[in-house]
């Protein structure tokens, strides 16, 4: 190729559509968490179908375009013998969403145990953490002042992390949970797009 010809290339290449980055929204959390719940609740799913999940058994994945976004969430399942596999989704994560059910206090010490692990792991060092504390339709469910003590969130040092109380039954808390998802990944990825309004 001639040395025009290859400016000329390069020029031209300055105006083709670069192929559009896809973001991994990675959901943890005990098993019963209401993680299924939420990626239906995010993946607009009808009401009918949010209502009938039961407990997941392989991962699933869904892709979609959330605030201008192209994302694809990763919903998998939080049973004893299955976190086991959680490490293998950490490589490709851009945020985490870490779900825990505010009405069960006994199990936020082993959320916290799950949690801890989770982010001891280098792969995870750089990404955004939200924890949404679900469930809070629910009698008895703990504030996220409680949960962000029991979960010892304050220690959490540099990374940035953002706690939000919401129901993925009721419909409530997610969109301004996911706005913190979207602006994560903003900050996180130098993302160069504009930021999207939020409305
Ligand atoms: N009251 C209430 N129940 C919820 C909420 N979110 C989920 N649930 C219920 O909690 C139960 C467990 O929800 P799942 O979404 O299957 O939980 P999961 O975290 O995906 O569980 P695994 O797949 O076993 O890891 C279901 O009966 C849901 O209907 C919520 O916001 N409020
Ligand atoms: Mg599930």
Known sequence: MSNLS?????????????????????????????????????????????????????????????????????????????RQTWHTYYQEANVLIFVVDSTDAFR??????????????????????????????????????IITDLLGLRQLGGRLWHIQECSALGNDGIDVSMKFGTESIYISSNYTFPMPDHQ
Do not use: Y
């Not at 982010?119 to 008895?140: F, H, M, T, W, Y």
């Open 108 to 145: 936020l010490a082993e959320a916290r145990c799950e949690l801890c692990d989770v982010l001891l792991d280098e792969r995870l060092s750089e990404v955004p953490l939200l924890i949404l504390a679900n469930k809070q339709d629910a009698l008895g469910a703990l504030p996220s002042a």
């Open 6 to 82: 290859k400016r000329v290339n390069s020029f031209l290449a300055l105006f083709r559509k670069k192929p559009e980055q896809e973001f991994n929204l990675l959901i943890l959390g005990l098993n019963h968490a209401g993680k299924t719940t939420l990626a239906a609740r995010i993946g607009s799913e009808s009401e009918e179908a949010i209502r009938s999940i039961t407990p997941t058994t392989n991962q699933t994945e869904k892709h979609l375009r959330f605030k201008k976004l192209k994302v694809c969430m990763r919903d998998v399942s939080g049973q004893w013998r299955m």
